[in-house]
């Protein structure tokens, strides 16, 4: 049943307290235990319920009830629109509510209007709100004064699509007379385990003493002993090495590598592995990627129009992040050159290629014809997206939520979202030079192709409109004059020689303001040096301005009751020293629960880019406490710390489970052995390159497509594409680039076993494989033995080879077909495809 059903739904869940609506998700997707993933995912958001009920009323004196991720996806980019678009005819503060429809609340939402419901849920396309907002003939074109931007168009489908969930209608508690203003307790806010200073732990005593060698292991066998657990034993080393090499630097290690490792009787032969890899290339190769992520990297735009076109180059960034971790930049620095690099002094210009982090941020088209007030409502949302990546990537809040309203759980008031919109405001995303060069050619490069879309599209609207005329048999004169100077001008810009050395996309100091002052075409007005502080969006409308909000950290973090301003430019430089140093207990705890769910496949916080109310909390909390503390006063070292993890008992576990631990500790939160995870996409297809003979280790450069056959260099190499991912990355559960990437969703498609099983790609590596074992003997028995070797990184065991030889005699006329089958076989192998 459940592999016939591949629409996305919703599941509802009621109790006394509370909905619960659960993410949108494809039950195809789920063919492994559907029914406990949806238990377990019930279970946690049941538990974030519970924990709101207990501190949710710490900061904010209103009942609170968690929202799902459907209802944050509707408070983020359709309640916003509402706002701008609609609510001037269709709310309680509206001079006469149109048609007896408002949109201000859920539960006139799900009523409608005097026509009836407005709302499908799950089905768009017999919506009569999608009808009307997409200007469909025959419908209510709603708004009037022009339609809505194709992204929140598809914002609005989406959302439907997945149930159109809307937020229960809030009524203050008892704690508060209704219609007060609420506020903020920043002095409790500042209790919240996550805000916290930063400070080690003791290590805590333990039942054996002797299992481990740091602090980390004392810490999990704590946990072990309270629930009357004890740790695995150690894997062996082949098992060891695999894991280690594929956590390093995702590749499999060699069989040569694997025997010196076996043979090595020394007692620091492990860590000398570990020194090893970290040293390797393919090191920054591997943990770029992981970074990658995080920092939603992409070549392109959601779509391609003239003003949002993809930039001319995207390589630099990627290879900058790969550089700087195989470099172990201290990640205080890694943070401050992603925001900041041209605002630091004394960096080489090659440094600015790390401003990729803002610089390759989605861009929306704003089509010029659309009014100022729409085209600021698109540009705040480029802002959001900018807000809400660097907020939940590097600190672990969510800020973007505080858009329209002071969050509903965590201390982040609307001011401190529009001081971070003000640094938004102030900064211009621009392609630059990363070699010395005239600064005339570094003006250019920001100005002239930004100049040369305008005019074009200032064309194309002056031959739509010659066009007219003609048809009308009206004057088409002055279009045709209008139409050639135009092009007089395109002509002189193109004659600009637009410097061709190497650069990156990155970003500057110039302040944005809409200029709507011609009513026929909207300008963005880019003013270099410029700054911004923007007013508070009351209810996140752009046309309804309030109180100025000067540029500044979190007032959460500042012991003042009002934080000092920015004052270095845009704000960007202070933004990032505010992040490690006022911010440095939460900065740390984020990157070290990353980097440790990237190691074990489960972070210790399981929400690792929600560190607030409704994220979860640590499951060893000392832990996480102590390594951070710890991961600053090592300098910031992102090796020192895999170096502490991978170091431990803990990471070394065998990985087979235990019918008494499981039955204690079935989810193995406690870590009482090794995680058995499937190899990611990426491992995945540069293992089968590389026990093929045919990966290429040459690094850096321009991208190339993972589709293409001939295309062998690591798959962090490979193109991403916002409006064409790959289908080979789309069915491995890569993430998606138009966000930020919290993590990986772990899925089992027919659509990956069709792939395995039919791909180009793997039959020809497995015929590739199946050349080098015939070359190797003509012996049946060795060729297996070798092929084996090869791929598993071990000797076939008695029934192995005799199955291997009775596959064998199913091609007796050609050996080649065989040999290719078993190949293909082993690729395709648990063993292969996952690390114990």
């Known amino acids: 049943m459940f592999g016939l059903i591949s629409r996305p739904f919703l599941l509802k869940i009621n109790c006394p307290a509370t909905r619960v609506f659960l993410p949108s998700r494809s039950l195809h997707q789920s ?31 209103f009942t609170a009830r968690a929202q799902s991720p459907g209802e ?11 706002v701008a678009r609609c609510y001037s005819c269709h709310s309680a503060s509206a001079k006469s509510v149109k048609g007896g429809l408002r949109l201000d609340s859920a539960a006139s939402i799900r009523k409608g209007g005097d ?27 709603m708004p009037p004064d022009g339609k809505l931007p194709e992204r929140s168009l598809a914002d609005f489908r989406r959302w439907v699509e997945i149930g159109a969930p809307v937020p229960a209608d809030r009524e203050p508690a008892n704690t508060q007379a209704a219609g007060a203003p609420r506020t903020i307790d920043y002095e409790r806010g500042r209790e919240f385990w996550s805000l916290r200073p930063v400070r080690q732990q003791s290590p805590p005593q333990v039942v054996d003493p002797g299992w481990g060698s740091g602090r980390i292991d004392s810490f999990v066998l704590h946990k072990l002993n309270a629930k009357g657990l004890r740790p695995s034993p150690e894997a062996d080393r082949r098992t060891l090495l695999r894991r280690l090499s594929f956590d390093l630097i995702g590749l499999p290690p060699t069989l040569a590598e694997i025997a010196r490792f076996e043979a090595d009787t020394s007692p620091n032969a492990y860590e000398r592995q570990v020194d090893r890899l970290l040293a390797s290339p393919r090191y920054g190769e591997r943990w770029g990627r992981h970074w990658l992520d995080v920092a939603r990297f992409a070549e392109d735009n959601n779509t391609g129009e003239a003003t949002n076109k993809a930039p001319r180059v995207a390589h630099p960034y990627r290879d900058w992040v790969i550089r700087a971790i195989n470099q172990d930049l201290p990640y205080d620095q890694f943070i401050r050159r992603q925001l900041a690099a041209d605002l630091i002094p004394g960096l ?22 659309l009014s100022a007030e729409v085209t600021t409502g698109i540009v705040a949302e480029e802002w959001d997206e900018r807000i809400d990546t660097v907020t939940r990537g590097f600190l672990g809040l969510t800020v973007a939520c505080a858009r329209c309203h002071d969050h509903k759980f965590d201390p982040i008031g609307t001011e401190d979202y529009y001081a971070f919109a003000g640094v938004m405001a102030g900064t211009q995303i621009v392609e630059r030079p990363i070699v010395p060069t005239d600064p005339a050619a570094i003006d250019a490069l920001a100005e002239i192709p930004r100049r040369l879309v305008d005019l074009d599209e200032r064309l194309g609207y002056a031959e739509e409109l010659r066009g007219v005329a003609i048809q009308e048999k009206q004057d088409p004169a002055p279009f045709e004059r209008r139409m050639n100077e135009l092009k007089r001008q395109i002509a002189e810009l193109k004659k600009t020689k637009l410097f061709d050395g190497p650069t990156a996309m990155t970003v500057r100091d110039a302040g944005l303001w809409v200029d709507g002052s011609d009513p026929t075409w909207t300008w963005l007005d880019y003013r270099p040096g410029a700054t911004r502080d923007l007013p508070v969006f009351k209810r996140g409308n752009p046309s309804n301005p309030g109180k100025i909000v000067p540029r500044r950290f979190l007032q959460v973090f500042s012991g003042a009751s009002t934080p000092a301003p920015f004052g270095k430019g845009s704000g960007r430089l202070d933004l990032a020293d505010s992040i490690v140093n006022e911010a440095r207990g939460l900065t740390a705890r984020v990157i070290v629960n990353r980097v440790w769910g990237w190691h074990f496949g489960r972070p210790i916080v399981a929400t690792p880019s929600n560190f607030g109310k409704l994220g979860d909390p640590p499951s060893h909390p000392e832990l996480l406490e102590d390594l951070a503390a710890r991961f600053i006063a090592q300098g910031w070292s992102l090796k020192w710390l895999h170096r502490e993890i991978v170091n431990t008992a803990t990471y070394r576990q065998m990985s087979r489970p235990s019918p008494a631990a499981q039955a204690v500790d079935p989810e193995d939160a406690l870590l009482w052995r090794a995680p058995r995870r499937r190899l990611d996409v990426e491992a ?39 409006q064409r991912m790959s289908p080979l990355l789309q069915s491995f559960d890569f ?18 076993q069709l792939y395995f099983l039919n791909s180009p790609f793997l039959l020809n590596w ?71």
């Not at 235990?33 to 049941?46: D, E, G, I, S």
């Open 766 to 836: 497995s015929e590739s494989l199946a050349d080098d074992t015939i070359r190797t003997s003509a012996d049946r028995t060795i060729r297996v033995d070798w092929l084996y070797r090869r791929v598993l990184l071990r000797a076939p065991s008695r029934p192995e080879m005799e199955r291997a030889l009775l596959l064998l005699d199913t091609e007796p006329k050609d050996a080649r077909r065989g040999i290719s089958l078993l190949a293909q076989a082993l690729l395709i192998s648990n063993e292969f495809l996952f690390v114990d």
């Open 72 to 82: 944050e996806m509707f408070e983020k980019t359709v309640r916003p629109v509402l």
């Open 684 to 722: 995945c297809r540069d293992a089968m390159l590389a026990v093929t003979d045919r990966l290429e280790n040459a690094m850096g450069g321009r991208s190339g497509d993972v589709g293409d056959y001939e295309f062998n260099k690591r798959t962090v190499y490979g193109k991403v594409s916002r």
């Open 348 to 369: 080489p210009l090659s440094e600015l290629a790390a401003l990729g982090f803002l610089g390759h941020s989605p861009i929306y088209h704003k089509e010029p014809k």
């Open 31 to 61: 063919a492994i235990r559907p029914t406990v993933w949806y238990v377990m995912q019930a279970a946690r958001h049941l538990k974030s319920l519970v924990l709101t009920v207990l501190i949710g009323t710490a900061v904010f004196p």
């Open 115 to 141: 026509s009836g419901e407005i709302v499908v849920p799950g089905k768009p396309d017999e919506s009569p709100l999608i009808e009307a907002i997409a200007h469909r003939e025959g419908a209510s074109a």
């Open 735 to 752: 993430p998606d680039p138009k966000r930020h990437g919290e993590s990986r969703e772990v899925t089992t498609t027919p659509i990956q």
